[in-house]
Nanobody, 125 residues
Framework: QVQLVESGGDLVQAGDSLRLSCAASGRSFSTYVMGWFRQAPGKEREFVAG????????YYADSVKGRFTVSRDNAKNTVYLQMNSLKPEDTAVYYC??????????????????WGQGTQVTVSS
């Protein structure tokens, strides 16, 4: 069982940077694929970024590729999302999630078994 707690959300201006953290409890954190998703008001929850258990593989949504970087520190049971060049359309509640296995790629939210409570990111223009 994994419990996830996100932090780092804030109100920032367009072009700013922000780093989100997701702290996990549980001994098996290093065996999980970790993902970041986001949900804007009135929209479906969408995939943002994913990272394999070792950190060797990462995957990004086209909308954030080149601006966001996902990383993990298994010794600290933490996964990060570094967000640069933020845009107003990045405004959403950001969730981290853990998957024991993924069917293909890392972007299918149905693969993820455990979710955090979310952290709000607001980007003003």
């Amino acid at each position: 069982q994994v419990q996830l707690v996100e932090s780092g959300g804030d109100l920032v201006q367009a072009g700013d940077s922000l780093r989100l953290s997701c702290a996990a409890s549980g001994r098996s954190f290093s065996t999980y694929v970790m993902g970041w998703f986001r949900q804007a008001p009135g929209k479906e929850r969408e995939f943002v970024a994913g990272i394999s258990w070792s950190g060797a593989s990462t995957y990004y949504a086209d909308s954030v590729k080149g601006r966001f970087t996902v990383s993990r520190d298994n010794a600290k049971n933490t996964v990060y999302l570094q967000m640069n060049s933020l845009k107003p359309e990045d405004t959403a509640v950001y969730y981290c999630a853990a998957a024991a296995t993924v069917s293909s790629g890392m972007s299918n939210k149905d693969d993820y078994d455990h979710w955090g409570q979310g952290t709000q990111v607001t980007v003003s223009s």
